[in-house]
């Protein structure tokens, strides 16, 4: 069931638009802010700028620490809902046309559940990485190698934050900084399609669907600022950019036990419904 509907999503059309939308949203976030003009640029104005070599050293910025430190705020906006696009279109998709009773009949319901709820968060992992390694590459393609001696300082006050980025530089060097972001990002984008697939269980309009997880997001943020607790700061969409002083543990408890909650949530509604979730 799992690589059947992993197939159906990643064979959508969908799924190519949503990686495309990400590396969008990346490259019209905010790279650098002059010093002397006080103007902030994005990658394609420096792209397409014809002062292109002026611009990046001006930036003072290596390729590596762009990569590692990248702060996207439309993409941390956003990314709920792009890592959702491919599982909600294929799910509504079923629902309108009647076909999730037949899939449950054949599969079972926990065989359902279980494949879809691992397709999304997959899909939405991987959505959020190639969209981040498309945009890496463009940003290795303009900025110098390096690390930089800010650079190196600044991981050398923050060692010892998180023993999965010091295992990872201490072993790999620069191309464990690349591996740990790859890694921070995925999980990202995986919690990011958890939301849609739970009220997709009640909801069967796809826009609906499609725009809650963003509100969520939202009023999550707002709760957790209010708050002040460091266990849920973790968990913060705007800490996608935070590979240096994660804690993963307390990443993947959280976002473990949400999608768990979410998942049985979903097991009990489709259990519930004598129609197998078709209305």
């Known amino acids: 069931m799992f690589r059947e509907e992993l197939g159906k999503m990643m064979s959508n059309v969908s799924f190519y638009a949503a990686i495309a939308a990400v590396v969008l949203l990346m490259m019209t ?29 001006e930036s003072g910025y290596s390729a590596v620490e762009l990569i590692a430190t990248m702060d996207n705020s439309y993409l941390i906006m956003f990314l709920p809902i792009a890592a959702a696009v491919p599982f909600v279109m294929i799910v509504c998709g079923e629902k309108k046309n009647s076909i999730t009773r037949f899939e449950i009949y054949r599969t079972g319901k926990n065989r359902y559940v279980m494949g879809k709820f691992l397709a999304a968060t997959v899909v939405g992992g991987v959505i959020a990485v190639v969209g ?86 939202y009023f999550f943020t707002k709760f957790v600022e209010g708050r002040k607790s460091m266990v849920l700061y973790e968990l913060l969409p705007k800490n996608i ?3 240096f002083m994660t804690d993963y543990l307390k990443m993947i408890l959280g976002f473990g036990g949400t999608a768990l909650a979410v998942l049985l949530f979903y097991r009990v509604c489709i259990g519930r419904k004598c129609d197998c979730g078709d209305e």
């Open 29 to 57: 976030s905010n790279v650098f802010k002059s010093f002397n003009t006080g103007r902030e640029y994005n990658l394609f104005d420096i792209i397409f700028s014809e002062e292109r070599e002026e611009l990046v050293k």
């Open 132 to 217: 981040t390694c498309v945009y890496a590459l463009c940003i290795r393609s303009i900025f110098p190698g390096g690390t930089g001696e800010s650079f190196a300082i600044s991981v050398d006050m923050i060692r010892g934050q998180s023993k999965v980025f010091d295992m990872a530089y201490g072993k790999f060097g620069v191309a464990g900084i690349y591996l740990v972001k790859i890694v921070r990002v995925f999980f990202y984008g995986a919690f990011s399609a958890v939301p849609a697939f739970g009220f997709s269980v009640l909801i069967k309009n796809r826009y609906v669907v499609l725009s809650l997880p963003f509100i969520v997001t």
């Open 241 to 243: 950019s935070n590979i």
